[in-house]
């Protein structure tokens, strides 16, 4: 026996469900009228708002993002060129110039005397 | 008075605005018995369907520019009652409560329909198949109700012949069960 023959017992074959009297006779005009109903509905609607922009207004609003654009272009290109003009640590050790007041105070920090410097200057040491 | 039903010469009026209202008279007219008991077996209630099937010709209006004709005005008018009748269904089912499951959902929802007047036996049949998922309720539905065929079926549905006898074997057999654990 097919499994759906065990529950055909519960199934007199008759349909358990109806309809209200007339109602397939009356759906289509009332249908028809809700159609009716809704297009008149969508078209008694404002249209949506379009903002229209006046041609000078355009204008400025180009040049607007015009101007931001350079300013970004421009801001950009300088550090982007400025990263690569950067000088490497050597360079920048050896363009230090101290003055004469850092210099004495590297001396007294280093204890050197004239003689010691003396001394490193005829490169014996 | 029955009028001859000419599909070719409908879709055309259809495309015709001058002619549209006519023809989609017409086209209610001859499709919306067969869209309701679709949709009455699946949301039980008169009420609903009446809902449901009055948004599915609804949606067609509104659609029809975008009616190719690629496939037949049933099979599209089928997929969008399927589609309202799934949305439906989905709603109900976020507006129940926690604890109510589709058996106590589909009986409460018969109980209350004074359009369903199937005896007992007839109440539970529809419990059973109300606890299955939507799907495999649409396939049984169409199957075990209908009689159609599971190719035409695979073509109103867009799942393959295999996957729909698996979906009514495994609706049969829970359907069964069901009936089990109640004897």
């Not at chain 2, 029809?64 to 589609?83: H, K, V």
Request: net charge negative.
């Amino acid at each position: 026996m097919k499994e759906e023959d065990m529950f055909r017992k519960y199934d007199s074959g008759r349909n358990p469900f109806r309809t209200p009297s007339g109602y397939f006779e009356d759906f289509t005009p009332r249908l028809m009228e809700r159609i009716k109903a809704e297009g008149q509905q969508t078209a008694a609607q404002p249209a949506p708002v379009r903002v229209t922009v006046k041609p000078v207004r355009r204008l400025m609003r180009y040049a607007a993002a015009a101007v931001i654009a350079g300013v970004c272009i421009g801001a950009g290109t300088y550090l982007y060129q400025r990263q690569l003009n950067l000088p490497s640590p050597s360079d920048a050790m050896a363009e230090y110039v101290l003055d004469e007041d850092e210099l004495d105070d590297v001396l007294d920090y280093e204890m050197l005397d004239n003689s010691k410097i003396a001394y490193y200057l005829t490169e014996a040491y | 008075m029955t009028v001859l039903w000419n599909e070719k010469l409908i879709v055309e009026q259809l495309r015709d605005t001058a002619q549209r209202e006519r023809a989609f008279t017409l086209l209610v007219e001859h499709f919306k018995e067969q869209l309701y008991w679709q949709i009455r077996r699946m949301v039980l209630s008169h009420d609903d369907a009446d809902d449901v099937l009055q948004n599915t010709f609804l949606k067609a209006w509104t659609g029809l520019d975008g009616f190719r004709g690629d496939a037949q005005l049933s099979t599209w008018l089928f997929r969008i009652a399927n589609n309202e009748t799934i949305n439906f269904l989905e709603r109900r089912r976020q507006q129940m409560s926690l604890d109510e499951d589709g058996v106590a959902s589909a009986a409460a929802t018969l109980q209350s329909d004074p359009y369903f007047d199937g005896d007992e036996t007839a109440r539970q049949l529809q419990e059973a198949i109300a606890q299955l998922p939507d799907k495999q309720r649409q396939v049984f539905n169409l199957k075990y109700f209908q009689e159609m065929k599971y190719e035409d079926m695979s073509e109103l549905l867009g799942t393959s012949v295999g996957a729909l006898k698996a979906s009514y074997h495994h609706a049969v057999r829970k359907i069964a069960d069901f009936f089990q654990s109640r004897d």
